[in-house]
Nanobody
Framework: VQLQASGGGLVQAGGSLRLSCAAS????????MSWFRQAPGKEREFVAS????????YYADSVKGRFTISRDNAKNTVYLQMNSLKPEDTAVYYC??????????????????WGQGTLVTVSS
């Protein structure tokens, strides 16, 4: 599986962006898909996750109510809709594919594949 993230950019605080992550391969729907982010000088942190069927989602407390993760298995794509963006959301955002259940999705080590990252910059 190869992952290609896109959609990052510069946005003012309070604005919105939608990230996309396109996957290759015919087993996309069997993977839990997640977004992580890494700000300058900080460790990579979990943002959001969605199960293979799209039936369950899980969010970091810092983004709950502002971000929405979704997927379209027919298009092999996962999305992250980001609203009410804050300067502290500035980071490189990575998509990841793994076979873990929701109770372990915050752990980066369980993921088999990672995208290259897309930069989101939120100005104040």
């Amino acid at each position: 599986v190869q992952l290609q993230a896109s959609g990052g950019g510069l946005v003012q605080a309070g604005g919105s962006l939608r990230l996309s992550c396109a996957a290759s391969g015919r087993t996309f729907s069997s993977y839990t898909m997640s977004w992580f982010r890494q700000a300058p000088g900080k460790e990579r942190e979990f943002v959001a996750s969605i199960t293979g069927s799209g039936g369950s989602t899980y969010y970091a407390d810092s983004v709950k109510g502002r971000f929405t993760i979704s997927r379209d298995n027919a298009k092999n794509t996962v999305y992250l809709q980001m609203n009410s963006l804050k300067p502290e959301d500035t980071a490189v955002y990575y998509c990841a594919a793994g076979r873990g259940t929701l109770n372990v999705v915050t752990i980066a080590a369980i993921y088999d594949y990672w995208g290259q990252g897309t930069l989101v910059t939120v100005s104040s």
